[in-house]
């Protein structure tokens, strides 16, 4: 079909098409009065042309933003005027005629093409002329190769794209739920997914070999800066008659071959390290951790509990080593930072070049354990080692805080790699803020050890065959073999308080297709925005995203979340009852 408003894009014009009639369309970039010559620059997705009129008077009126489609001839720029900086540096357009087909506003909310210079909130009000900025732009179009490429991977591999529903019924699967009243059934509501996943086991049950899809999912959680509030996408897929071993070979796929297909950076080589969750916590403070931080925390607890330092006594102790003394500045900014994590301070000691100490502690050391202290912490001559005390739950956040702002400011961090792991061997349970025993993680995740496990074993003390994939310290996807079960499921679920009534009345499909001859399976759902947060090298999540909400949760855009006419609320059975 013919286009009446261009015959090329903006960007593609060549002095192939030097002597060409071309009709080009696109927002006016720019706008010079040369006083006999009127030089502008017109911009479309593909880049900008320069146009150039005598006719001064038609266009001093045409404000920057406004839409046109412009007719001309192309010729060669003047000598010296050329831009080797510009895709169509060696080109112009000699205007014949042209047409306003949308006109902007005089005043612009911000500069386009330094929009990202402008408050994030007014970018977000006017995100539309955000995203005409090339370089906020070109993230969107950048999300769409990485998803063909994504679709394409899973394709070779031979998994069949499935849609699962949007609208569908409360679960209890560890975040809000976004809930949807009903018009045809009163009191009753529906909700929004936090994740396919009862679906795809579902599909599982139905004989599908290999699913996926990418997939939105809602979830009623504050935002931050690598979470989105209320929705996320993630490549979600699950495989029958399949191991934890399967999954893991698909996983380091997809990753390796997504990140190095679109960054120039090192990526991990396959296989990925993996990393039991217990042992990740203790050794880098955190069950997402950077990897590109060399430091890592050794607990000295049994150590301390033979030295006079009463503040360590009775306390889990970890400690982190550093090469070289640090200055006085430098401790004081560490112990600002410790105060402000909730530490009441950041104990350290300096070896001397005779393997003594300096430091604040030293002299609550006997004599006799100094050197042991050397072995246990494998110092050298020259290095620093600080100490973090508290409960041990506390004192292992509290570590891997210490550790990953020692590795910024010591600048330690290798921004130059992808350094991927998996953390694997998830406890199953844990103790609530009540006490009681929890899922720790996905309490659809089958146990090692299986029914054995639950009967015998010290509940807090069961793995289940749950991992996470993790990249420079974000958390990229969860995943596990599932419980298909019966009996391991009702079990399971009934260590964790549930009844069996209950179980039939949260998980009804999963309990009676499970009755039906349930296929062994596994999965792993990786997160798409934090996979592009990364590739793009971008500060937040809202960045690689068209339309997303801001900090506060509110579309600034849209005007939501906003008020509802009172005869919408009544089409569903909804009254808002004021207070007092």
């Given at each position: 079909?013919?286009?009446?408003?261009?015959?090329?894009?903006?960007?593609?014009?060549?002095?192939?098409?030097?002597?060409?009639?071309i009709r080009v369309a696109g927002w006016l970039e720019q706008k010079r009065n040369l006083g006999s010559l009127v030089f502008m620059t017109l911009r479309d997705e593909t880049g900008v042309i320069q146009l150039i009129?005598?006719?001064?008077?038609?266009?001093?009126?045409?404000?920057?933003?406004?839409?046109?489609?412009?007719?001309?001839?192309?010729?060669?720029?003047?000598?010296?005027?050329?831009?080797?900086?510009?895709?169509?540096?060696?080109?112009?357009?000699?205007?014949?005629?042209?047409?306003?087909?949308?006109?902007?506003?005089?005043?612009?909310?911000?500069?386009?093409?330094?929009?990202?210079?402008?408050?994030?909130?007014?970018?977000?009000?006017?995100?539309?002329?955000?995203?005409?900025n090339p370089k906020v732009h070109d993230r969107i179009l950048f999300r769409t190769e990485v998803l063909d490429y994504m679709r394409k991977i899973m394709k070779e591999m031979k998994f069949t794209e499935i849609q699962?529903?949007?609208?569908?019924?409360?679960?209890?699967?560890?975040?809000?739920?976004?809930?949807?009243?009903?018009?045809?059934?009163?009191?009753?509501?529906?909700?929004?997914?936090?994740?396919?996943?009862?679906?795809?086991?579902?599909?599982?049950?139905?004989?599908?070999?290999?699913?996926?899809?990418?997939?939105?999912?809602?979830?009623?959680?504050?935002?931050?800066?690598?979470?989105?509030?209320?929705?996320?996408?993630?490549?979600?897929?699950?495989?029958?008659?399949?191991?934890?071993?399967?999954?893991?070979?698909?996983?380091?796929?997809?990753?390796?071959?997504?990140?190095?297909?679109?960054?120039?950076?090192?990526?991990?080589?396959?296989?990925?390290?993996?990393?039991?969750?217990?042992?990740?916590?203790?050794?880098?403070?955190?069950?997402?951790?950077?990897?590109?931080n060399p430091l890592y925390i050794i607990d000295l607890s049994e150590f301390f509990s033979r030295c006079t330092f009463k503040p360590f006594i009775g306390r889990t102790v970890r400690a982190i080593k550093v090469s070289?003394?640090?200055?006085?500045?430098?401790?004081?900014?560490?112990?600002?930072?410790?105060?402000?994590?909730?530490?009441?301070?950041?104990?350290?000691?300096?070896?001397?070049?005779?393997?003594?100490?300096?430091?604040?502690?030293?002299?609550?050391?006997?004599?006799?354990?100094?050197?042991?202290?050397?072995?246990?912490?494998?110092?050298?001559?020259?290095?620093?080692?600080?100490?973090?005390?508290?409960?041990?739950?506390?004192?292992?956040?509290?570590?891997?805080?210490?550790?990953?702002?020692?590795?910024?400011?010591?600048?330690?961090?290798?921004?130059?790699?992808?350094?991927?792991?998996?953390?694997?061997?998830?406890?199953?349970?844990?103790?609530?803020?009540?006490?009681?025993?929890?899922?720790?993680?996905?309490?659809?995740?089958?146990?090692?050890?299986?029914?054995?496990?639950?009967?015998?074993?010290?509940?807090?003390?069961?793995?289940?065959?749950?991992?996470?994939?993790?990249?420079?310290?974000?958390?990229?996807?969860?995943?596990?073999?599932?419980?298909?079960?019966?009996?391991?499921?009702?079990?399971?679920?009934?260590?964790?308080?549930?009844?069996?009534?209950?179980?039939?009345?949260?998980?009804?499909?999963?309990?009676?297709?499970?009755?039906?001859?349930?296929?062994?399976?596994?999965?792993?759902?990786?997160?798409?925005?934090?996979?592009?947060?990364?590739?793009?090298?971008?500060?937040?999540?809202?960045?690689?995203?068209?339309?997303?909400?801001?900090?506060?949760?509110?579309?600034?855009?849209?005007?939501?979340?906003?008020?509802?006419?009172?005869?919408?609320?009544?089409?569903?059975?909804?009254?808002?009852?004021?207070?007092?």
């Amino acid at each position: 079909m013919k286009n009446k408003y261009r015959t090329i894009y903006c960007g593609e014009v060549t002095i192939a098409n030097i002597g060409e009639e071309i009709r080009v369309a696109g927002w006016l970039e720019q706008k010079r009065n040369l006083g006999s010559l009127v030089f502008m620059t017109l911009r479309d997705e593909t880049g900008v042309i320069q146009l150039i009129s005598e006719d001064i008077e038609s266009f001093k009126d045409i404000t920057r933003e406004s839409t046109m489609t412009v007719t001309g001839i192309v010729r060669h720029r003047a000598e010296g005027m050329t831009n080797p900086n510009m895709k169509t540096g060696e080109v112009e357009v000699l205007v014949s005629s042209f047409e306003v087909l949308g006109e902007a506003l005089n005043v612009l909310p911000f500069e386009i093409n330094r929009s990202t210079d402008a408050f994030e909130d007014t970018r977000l009000k006017y995100r539309y002329l955000d995203l005409r900025n090339p370089k906020v732009h070109d993230r969107i179009l950048f999300r769409t190769e990485v998803l063909d490429y994504m679709r394409k991977i899973m394709k070779e591999m031979k998994f069949t794209e499935i849609q699962t529903p949007i609208i569908t019924a409360s679960s209890p699967e560890g975040a809000r739920d976004f809930i949807v009243p009903s018009r045809k059934y009163k009191g009753k509501f529906y909700a929004l997914p936090q994740a396919p996943q009862i679906f795809k086991q579902l599909l599982m049950c139905s004989g599908f070999n290999r699913y996926f899809q990418i997939a939105p999912c809602f979830r009623d959680e504050d935002p931050r800066s690598d979470r989105l509030y209320g929705e996320f996408y993630q490549l979600d897929l699950e495989m029958s008659f399949a191991t934890d071993e399967n999954v893991y070979e698909v996983g380091e796929k997809i990753f390796y071959d997504i990140f190095t297909h679109f960054s120039d950076k090192e990526v991990s080589p396959r296989p990925f390290k993996r990393i039991p969750y217990r042992e990740a916590m203790l050794k880098y403070g955190s069950d997402k951790p950077d990897l590109r931080n060399p430091l890592y925390i050794i607990d000295l607890s049994e150590f301390f509990s033979r030295c006079t330092f009463k503040p360590f006594i009775g306390r889990t102790v970890r400690a982190i080593k550093v090469s070289g003394h640090m200055s006085k500045g430098f401790h004081e900014k560490m112990l600002d930072y410790a105060m402000k994590i909730g530490m009441k301070g950041l104990g350290y000691l300096e070896v001397q070049e005779d393997l003594s100490y300096k430091g604040p502690i030293d002299k609550f050391i006997p004599e006799e354990l100094k050197k042991e202290l050397i072995s246990l912490a494998k110092l050298e001559k020259n290095d620093t080692i600080f100490f973090i005390a508290d409960s041990e739950k506390r004192a292992t956040e509290l570590a891997g805080q210490i550790r990953t702002e020692l590795g910024k400011r010591l600048d330690l961090i290798d921004e130059d790699v992808f350094k991927f792991c998996w953390i694997i061997d998830f406890p199953m349970f844990e103790l609530d803020d009540h006490e009681k025993l929890a899922f720790s993680h996905n309490p659809f995740s089958m146990p090692q050890g299986g029914l054995d496990a639950l009967e015998h074993q010290n509940p807090l003390d069961i793995l289940a065959y749950q991992y996470d994939i993790v990249c420079n310290g974000i958390e990229l996807s969860s995943g596990a073999v599932r419980n298909h079960d019966i009996e391991i499921m009702l079990k399971a679920f009934s260590m964790a308080g549930y009844t069996e009534e209950e179980v039939k009345t949260k998980f009804g499909a999963l309990y009676t297709a499970f009755q039906f001859g349930a296929p062994p399976h596994a999965g792993i759902a990786p997160g798409i925005d934090r996979m592009l947060m990364l590739l793009t090298d971008s500060e937040t999540i809202r960045e690689v995203i068209a339309f997303p909400l801001n900090s506060k949760a509110e579309d600034l855009m849209m005007g939501a979340p906003g008020n509802v006419k009172r005869e919408q609320l009544r089409d569903v059975h909804i009254e808002i009852l004021k207070k007092g």
